[in-house]
C-alpha cells in the first residue's frame, strides 16, 4: 500500500488502500479520459486545419504548403520544445524498455501540436503515433504524481497509449491489444484490466464528443470459398507492400541524415516533393481517411493503372514526409497503401479471371487494410481488431485472420523486427519484460561487487603473499602499482602451486614476476548481459573490476546470477 503514503487524504482514498489494483483501475479510467481528450483535440484540430488550408490548394503553388507545414513541425519540435523528429511510438517503447515508462510532461502536447502542422498541411502521415505519445506521456506523469513504481508506471503509459487509440478510432479492444502487444509486449492481467479500463474510458470521450460512429462504414460482404483462398495471394501482396513502404522510409531518412543543412530545411525539402506528387494524385495528402472509405464501399472510379501507381506514391510520399523529418505516424498511410493494394488486387483478379463471381472490390480493400498494418507492425491481433472495429466487417473476420497473420509471418521473415522496434533492436535498446536483457539491464555492476578481496603489490615477496593467502577465503589477487595504485594484473592460486613446495623461492620470487596481466576487466558502465557473455566466451567465473585504472573490486557469476533470479522474480510477479 505504499503508492498512497504521500497521499494526504486518507479518509477520502481509505478504500484505496485496501488494495493497489483497485486504485490502478481508478487512475488508469483518469488516464483513458485524458487521453480520450488530447485524441479528440487533435482529430478536430486537424480537419479543421486541413478544410481552411483546402481553399489554396487550387493555386499553382500549393506544392509548397506541405512544406511550410513539416519545417514549421520540425522547427516547433527542435528549437521550443527541444525534442528530436520522430515517429512517437518507438520513444515510447524505448520509455518503457530502459527507464521504467518515464516521459516528459511537455511530450503530452508537443507532438499534437508538430503532426497539426504537418498533416493539417498536407503531409502524407498519420495522427495516431503522435496522439500515442501524448497519451503515454499523460500515463506517466500522473503516475510520477501519485508516486506510483516502475511497473505501475508502465501500465499506466500502456492505459494511455490504449486511451488514445481507442478514441482516435473509436476501436477499445484494438486500442488495447496495441498498447499490449506494442508497447508493454506483455500479457499480464496486472497490465490487461487497467489498460482495458482506460480503453473504454477514451472511447467514451470520444462517443459523448464526436458521437458513436464508425470511421468506415462499407456493406456487407458475401465471401465464398474462393475469395479465401484468393486471400493468400493478398496477404503476400500486402507483405511486399509492408516490406517495401519499411525500407523506403528508412531508405529516405538515411539518405536525409547525409545532408548537412539544417533539419527544418530537409523537412521542407521533402515536403514539396510531396506536395508536387499531391498536384497529381490528391489521394497522397494527409492522413487519407476519405479515400478509404470510398474504396471500403466500392466507388473506387480510377482504374488499375492508376490505384496501383497512387499506392507507390504514397509510400513515396509517406517516405518523404517522415524520413525527412515531418511529424506523425504510419497508421493512416498503412490504411490507405493497404486499402489501394487490395483493390488493385482485386482487380487484376477480375481481369485475369473475369468469369469468376469474386466478392465486392471494398472487400479486398478491407482485408488489404489488414494485411499491412499487420505486416509492418508484426502485430497481427492489432491489424485484425483494428479493422474489425473501425469497419464493423465482423463478418470479413476470418479472411482477415488468413491476411494478417500471413503477412505478419512473412514480413518477420524478410525483416526480423518491426517498423517500430527495427531501430531499437539493432541498438541493444529493446528490452521485453521477462527477457533475460530486461532483467539485466535493471541491475549494475556496483550492485553486484565483491570488495572482500584483499590487494597486492608488485613487489610483495612471494613469503608475504603465502602469508596473506592463508588468512584469506579468495582465490583471486588484485596486484596493484605501489607508488599509483594502478591495477596491473591479477594471482591466481594456481599461480605460485609451482613454488608453494620450494622453500627456497619464497625470498627471490616477487609477484610481479608470476602475476598474469592479460586479464579480462570489466569497466563500471558495462552492460551486464556484455558481460556474461565474456564470462561465458572465456570459461571465467569472475572478473576484476577497474575504474580509473584502480581495482574496484570484483564480480562473480554467482553473484551476478543470484541477484539476476532475485530481479527476475521482483518483474515477473503480480
Known amino acids: 500500500m505504499g503508492i498512497l ?146 511497473r505501475q508506471r508502465v501500465t499506466l503509459v500502456g492505459c494511455g497509449a490504449a486511451g488514445a487509440i481507442s478514441s482516435i478510432f473509436n476501436a477499445p479492444i484494438a486500442g488495447m491489444v496495441f498498447a499490449i502487444e506494442v508497447i508493454i509486449g506483455e500479457w499480464k492481467a496486472i497490465n490487461i484490466v487497467p489498460i482495458a479500463i482506460a480503453s473504454v474510458a477514451g472511447t467514451e470521450v470520444s462517443r459523448m464528443l464526436q458521437g458513436n460512429r464508425i470511421a468506415f462504414s462499407h456493406r456487407q460482404f458475401n465471401i465464398d470459398l474462393i475469395d479465401i483462398f484468393a486471400c493468400l495471394g493478398l496477404a503476400v501482396v500486402a507483405a511486399a507492400a509492408s516490406i517495401l513502404l519499411t525500407r523506403t522510409l528508412r531508405f529516405m531518412s538515411g539518405i536525409s541524415s547525409r545532408f548537412s543543412s539544417p533539419l527544418w530545411l530537409r523537412a521542407a525539402a521533402g515536403g514539396c516533393v510531396v506536395g508536387i506528387i499531391g498536384i497529381f494524385l490528391p489521394i497522397v495528402l494527409g492522413e487519407g481517411y476519405h479515400p478509404v472509405k470510398t474504396m471500403i464501399e466500392g466507388n473506387f472510379s480510377q482504374g488499375l493503372a492508376i490505384v496501383a501507381l497512387a499506392a507507390l506514391a504514397k509510400i513515396v510520399a509517406t517516405s518523404m514526409t517522415l524520413g525527412w523529418g515531418g511529424s506523425g505516424g504510419i497508421f493512416a498511410p498503412c490504411l490507405v497503401i493497404g486499402s489501394l493494394t487490395g483493390l488493385a488486387y482485386h482487380r487484376g483478379l477480375v481481369l485475369l479471371w473475369p468469369s ?76 521485453r519484460p521477462g527477457t533475460d536483457a530486461r532483467v539485466l539491464a535493471d541491475l549494475s555492476v556496483f550492485e553486484l561487487l565483491e570488495k572482500d578481496c584483499i590487494t597486492v603489490k608488485q613487489n610483495m615477496l612471494l613469503r608475504d603473499f603465502i602469508n596473506i593467502v592463508k588468512n584469506s577465503h579468495r582465490n583471486y589477487f588484485p596486484v596493484e602499482d605501489e607508488k599509483t595504485g594502478y591495477f596491473l594484473g591479477m594471482i591466481h592460486l594456481d599461480d605460485i602451486r609451482p613454488y608453494l613446495f620450494n622453500s627456497g623461492m619464497y625470498d627471490v620470487v616477487f609477484l610481479g614476476q608470476i602475476m598474469n596481466t592479460e586479464v579480462e576487466v570489466v569497466n563500471p558502465d558495462d552492460e551486464l548481459s556484455e558481460i556474461l557473455r565474456k564470462m561465458d566466451a572465456n570459461h571465467l567465473f569472475s572478473m576484476p573490476v577497474v575504474s580509473n585504472n584502480k581495482f574496484a573490486g570484483m564480480i562473480s557469476k554467482a553473484t551476478l546470477l543470484d541477484q539476476y533470479r532475485k530481479e527476475l522474480m521482483v518483474q515477473t510477479c503480480d
Not at 521504467?100 to 511537455?106: S, W
Not at 504537418?118 to 503522435?130: D, F, K, L, M, Y
Not at 496522439?131 to 500522473?142: D, L
Not at 479493422?387 to 524478410?414: A, D, F, K, M, R
Open 5 to 150: 503514503k504521500s497521499w494526504r487524504h486518507p479518509a477520502g482514498w481509505a478504500i484505496f488502500r485496501l488494495d493497489d489494483r483497485l486504485f490502478l483501475i481508478f487512475v488508469a479510467a483518469i488516464v483513458g479520459i485524458c487521453s480520450g481528450i488530447a485524441a479528440v483535440v487533435l482529430n478536430r484540430s486537424l480537419v479543421a486545419i486541413f478544410e481552411w488550408i483546402g481553399q489554396f490548394r487550387h493555386y499553382w503553388w500549393s506544392f509548397v504548403l506541405p512544406a511550410i507545414g513539416a519545417a514549421l513541425s520540425s522547427l516547433f519540435l527542435e528549437k521550443i520544445v527541444k525534442e528530436g523528429a520522430g515517429h512517437g511510438v518507438p520513444e515510447v517503447i524505448y520509455s518503457v524498455s530502459r527507464y521504467g515508462g518515464l516521459l516528459r510532461l511537455r511530450s503530452s502536447f508537443s507532438r499534437l501540436i508538430s503532426s497539426c502542422l504537418t498533416i493539417g498541411s498536407g503531409g502524407s502521415a498519420g495522427p495516431e503515433a503522435p496522439v500515442v505519445m501524448s497519451g503515454a506521456s499523460i500515463g506517466s506523469n500522473i503516475a510520477k504524481f501519485f508516486s506510483l513504481n516502475d
Open 356 to 431: 469468376v463471381s469474386w466478392v465486392n472490390e471494398g472487400c479486398f480493400a478491407l482485408l488489404g487494410m489488414a494485411g499491412l498494418v499487420s505486416g509492418i507492425l508484426q502485430a497481427p491481433l492489432t491489424g485484425i481488431f483494428l479493422i474489425v472495429e473501425i469497419t464493423g466487417g465482423y463478418n470479413v473476420i476470418l479472411p482477415l485472420i488468413v491476411v494478417s497473420s500471413i503477412s505478419t509471418s512473412l514480413c518477420h521473415y524478410v525483416e526480423p523486427a518491426s517498423f517500430y522496434l527495427k531501430d531499437l533492436v539493432e541498438h541493444g535498446q529493446l528490452l
